[in-house]
């Protein structure tokens, strides 16, 4: 969707129980919030949809940047099930570019994840994601999506050399100031309902790797159990 224009969303529900859908971090009207029961006004208060029945969630984003849809009111299976994914609010007169502006939806390996537990985490809803293609001297955008239940993912992009560097240029939908998106050390902890984008510019052909790590933060320790994202760049 586009900062500042009218859209809408229809959501329908196929399961076999009421649920809601909530648009994490975004700017919109109380009622299409998704929170059902608590959304909208005192004699106007959005409901849970129904097996079978759809909501209509209308918003005009006053800004652009990486966003979250997921489940609401919902079991915690609905969510490690997959409920939940980006919603990218572009500036007007952009259009999105798969190739230079890449997602990665970090998330729990499916139904029965604890707190902790030692499954490898699932990036874009696998634990062996398919490969990414860059090329060398050009600029990416690189938008984050956390959305476990309960983990924490230690996330890095390393070469066999080591930490490679990006510039984080957006914290949960909104701009980091020009001032303070300097090179850094390329990595970062992911936990729910955090997005952060990254600029990064791969300065040679080679081997790359992005590495999720799960991180048990009650306990302050690794699982061990990596998810790994190969990253080829070739000559531009």
Known sequence: VKRGEPAQIVVHNRL???IAVHWHGIELESYSDGDAGWSGSTNHIAPLMAPGDSFVARMTPPRAGTFIYHVHGGHGDQLVSGLYGPLVVLEPGRTFDPLADLLFVLSEPGPGSRLGDEKAPFVNGSASPSPVEMLAGRTYRLRFIGIPA???YWTRLVSASGLQQWRLIARDGADVP???????PARFLAWAGITRDFEFTPTEPGELSLELNVGNVIAGRLSGRITRVPIHVRER
Do not use: G, R, V, W
């Not at 020009?178 to 850094?184: F, G, I, R, W």
């Open 16 to 18: 076999s129980t009421p």
């Open 150 to 152: 309960n983990d924490a």
């Open 178 to 184: 020009a001032d303070l998106a300097e090179l850094q």
